[in-house]
């Protein structure tokens, strides 16, 4: 039998022995510690990427919110994608390349550019084919807050979209120490296809919050038998549901935090005295919210990526598609809670603005379900008009109608009305102050307010 000589680079002596066991240490604890800081920059956020050239690839996924894998659709192998940082003033490209079996499609939600570039199928372009590129290009006009999605199928319920951070050309009026993106969205490990075909068939499908009994029982005690017996039967006759909040709620939703669920603690750090620039944006495909930071003011200085008259609030709502930036300044040494809850309450999403990593601050109580009156399903002129009997009224009941013929059809058969300039009408009624105030713009002049602490 034959043995080959021995190879001095592939003898094992002490010597090497003892240097692979403390290279394999610092190999381990460089990439622990590497692991413990991406916990904060991966896990919890999506990554940040800036300059004029951006690839991104849009590819099937993978995720687990509540303990079910199911499948869904990340941009480069993020939910949310990368937020994309752009100045104004340049141009941009953006090269898309789609790795799922179905086209795809980014739509850049608020941007002014041309309509080749506005990324709707069936609109604009005809979408992005399985295994092709599609590079966007197109200057950057405005600054602000705003974010992109997919235009294709229900692609946008499954993770397609991510925020758009553009910076102003010039030096921002607004001024601030720290800046983060509140990504929010509601996600569902149901298929959004079997959602939609529910609804269809039935629009109030996820209601579960009907009257019962019960609700009959304390209605009467509130308000009385007569009135609510009158109630219900006139929302019986119109077919409507007081309820009726939201077409999917949190009994099927679940509201996530830049692709954080509210166990998950999103954190975003700050030193007390600092002016903390917080852009929240609505990513949810049909879901209202109701934001506030218990114990800490919010002021609203940009709406949809324009700059507004700063008002403070201690609570604001998101519609769907809506962006707001605000800007917080947290004075004590201690976290608070960012607390998002739908408008069809049951749960919420949450996250954490502290001085360090870990700490956490109390989560508020639910508000009360809401109810929709006849006035919010646009119901109420009908109480204005309760006991009027319009067919049998002459026009002796109502003199200022007495020589008006109101079957005719030309201006003449109305005199009153002949001179009348009718560009101020509204939804049938006249607002008087139409054409006459005009709608407060931004300037130079307001630029000083931003500044203020």
């Not at 080959?4 to 692979?20: I, K, M, Y």
């Not at 951006?54 to 499948?71: G, M, N, Q, T, Y």
Request: aromatic share 8%; charged share 20%.
């Amino acid at each position: 039998m034959h043995i080959p000589e021995a190879d001095d680079s592939l003898t094992l002596t002490r010597r090497r022995f003892v240097q692979g066991i403390a290279a394999a240490g610092l190999a381990a604890l460089v990439e622990a510690k590497f692991s413990q800081a991406n916990a904060e920059t991966i896990a919890h956020s999506p990554s940040v990427l800036t300059g004029n050239h951006f690839d991104l690839a849009i590819e099937p996924h993978h995720v687990d919110f509540i303990r079910r894998r199911v499948k869904a659709i990340k941009i480069n192998g993020s939910l949310p994608g990368p937020t994309l940082k752009w100045r104004e003033g340049e141009t941009v490209t953006i090269a898309v390349t789609n790795h799922l079996p179905d086209a795809t499609s980014i739509h850049w939600h608020g941007m002014r550019i041309p309509a080749e570039m506005d990324g709707v199928p069936g609109l604009s372009y005809a979408g992005i084919a399985p295994g092709k590129t599609f590079v966007y290009r197109f200057p950057v006009l405005q600054n602000g807050t705003y974010w992109y999605h997919s235009h294709s199928g229900f692609q946008e319920q499954l993770g397609l979209w991510g925020a758009l951070v553009i910076e102003p050309r010039d030096k921002d009026p607004i001024e601030y120490d720290r800046d983060y993106v509140v990504l929010l969205c509601d996600w569902t490990d149901t298929k959004p296809e079997t959602l939609y075909s529910n609804l269809k068939k039935q629009s109030d499908y996820y209601n579960f919050h009907r009257r019962t009994a019960g609700t009959f029982i304390e209605d009467v005690k509130s308000k009385g038998l007569r009135s609510t017996v009158r109630n219900r039967l006139k929302l019986g006759r119109m077919d409507m549901s007081p309820t009726d909040i939201a077409d999917v709620t949190s009994a099927t939703y679940t509201y996530l935090m830049n692709g954080n669920p509210p166990d998950a603690n999103w954190t975003a750090l700050f030193k007390p005295g600092e002016r903390v620039r917080l852009r929240f944006i609505n990513a949810s495909a049909m879901t209202l919210f109701d934001v506030r930071i218990p114990g800490l003011p919010m002021t609203v200085v940009q709406a949809d990526g324009n700059y507004v008259q700063p008002v403070t609030v201690d609570e604001m709502r998101l519609g769907v598609a809506e962006t707001y930036d605000v800007i917080v300044q947290p004075q004590e040494d201690q976290a608070y809670t960012i607390f998002a809850q739908p408008e069809s309450r049951g749960v919420y999403a949450r996250g954490t603005l502290a001085p360090r990593m870990g700490m956490t601050a109390a989560i508020p109580p639910m508000d009360p379900f809401p109810l929709r009156t006849m006035a919010d399903m646009g119901m109420g002129g009908m109480a204005q008009m309760k006991g009027m009997k319009m067919s049998g009224m002459s026009s002796d009941q109502m003199p200022g109608m007495k020589d008006i013929q109101m079957n005719g059809t030309g201006q003449n058969s109305m005199p009153e009305m002949k001179d009348m300039d009718m560009s101020g009408m509204r939804d049938g009624a006249l607002d008087p102050l139409a054409g006459k105030t005009p709608f407060p713009q931004p300037g130079l002049r307001t630029t000083k307010l931003y500044t203020a602490s």
